[in-house]
T-cell receptor, first 114, second 116 residues
Framework: GNSVTQMEGPVTLSEEAFLTINCTYT??????LFWYVQYPGEGLQLLLKATKADDKGSNKGFEATYRKETTSFHLEKGSVQVSDSAVYFC?????????????FGKGTRLSVIA | GAVVSQHPSRVICKSGTSVKIECRSL??????MFWYRQFPKKSLMLMATSNEGSKATYEQGVEKDKFLINHASLTLSTLTVTSAHPEDSSFYICSAAITSGYNEQFFGPGTRLTVL
């Protein structure tokens, strides 16, 4: 079945440091890939998405590229801010399977210190 | 963008009472909604898939008589926690699927349930 594996946290970085959160997936067919962010006490917000190979999703300085050859969708940001402290979830969906639940990774907690 | 609301955002109740949580898609129709439960510092656990006009599909280990789901319209799904107990205290999140071809889903802000 489909699955998502993302790096275990927590990740602690200083402000303006470079961020990478690794995410790899296993899927049949051609899934769509997502990164969601959850700020403390809140629900999930879609951060970015990519729907086909080599697509790059980007938002708020975050980027992730859909790499079919390595089955990866790593999240990167060149310079993190304290306000980026949150939990980040990598997820995939199978667009050929109708409205099925997203498959989530376990989440990576990021703490950015000033 | 598509907006999903949940009500209430926070509820505290006594053990043995029932609590209803509403999930609404505000600017789109959602034939399918999903209910998740999230324990502290954990990922989301899918509880059930709710399809408008039909019975919900529950994940293994989720008691359907305990967590009643109703999806009466294309914009509203409700989760009722019946005879709540302290172990039901959790963060409950819904999502609504938009038929875009990419199976894109939008999440509500969550409901924090505390059972005393």
């Amino acid at each position: 079945g489909n699955s998502v594996t993302q790096m275990e946290g927590p990740v602690t970085l200083s402000e303006e440091a470079f961020l990478t959160i690794n995410c790899t997936y296993t899927a049949t067919g051609y899934p769509s890939l997502f990164w969601y962010v959850q700020y403390p006490g809140e629900g999930l917000q879609l951060l970015l998405k990519a729907t086909k190979a080599d697509d790059k999703g980007s938002n708020k300085g975050f980027e992730a590229t859909y790499r079919k050859e390595t089955t990866s969708f790593h999240l990167e940001k060149g310079s993190v801010q304290v306000s980026d402290s949150a939990v980040y979830f990598c997820a995939l969906s199978d667009p050929g399977a109708g409205n099925t639940p997203l498959v989530f990774g376990k989440g990576t907690r990021l703490s950015v210190i000033a | 963008g598509a907006v999903v609301s949940q009500h209430p955002s926070r509820v505290i109740c006594k053990s043995g009472t029932s609590v209803k949580i509403e999930c609404r898609s505000l600017d789109f129709q959602a034939t399918t909604m999903f209910w998740y439960r999230q324990f502290p510092k954990k990922s989301l656990m899918l509880m059930a898939t709710s399809n408008e006009g039909s019975k919900a599909t529950y994940e293994q280990g989720v008691e359907k008589d305990k967590f009643l789901i109703n999806h009466a319209s294309l914009t509203l799904s409700t989760l009722t926690v019946t005879s709540a107990h302290p172990e039901d205290s959790s963060f409950y999140i819904c999502s609504a699927a938009i038929t875009s071809g990419y199976n894109e889903q939008f999440f509500g802000p969550g409901t924090r349930l505390t059972v005393l």
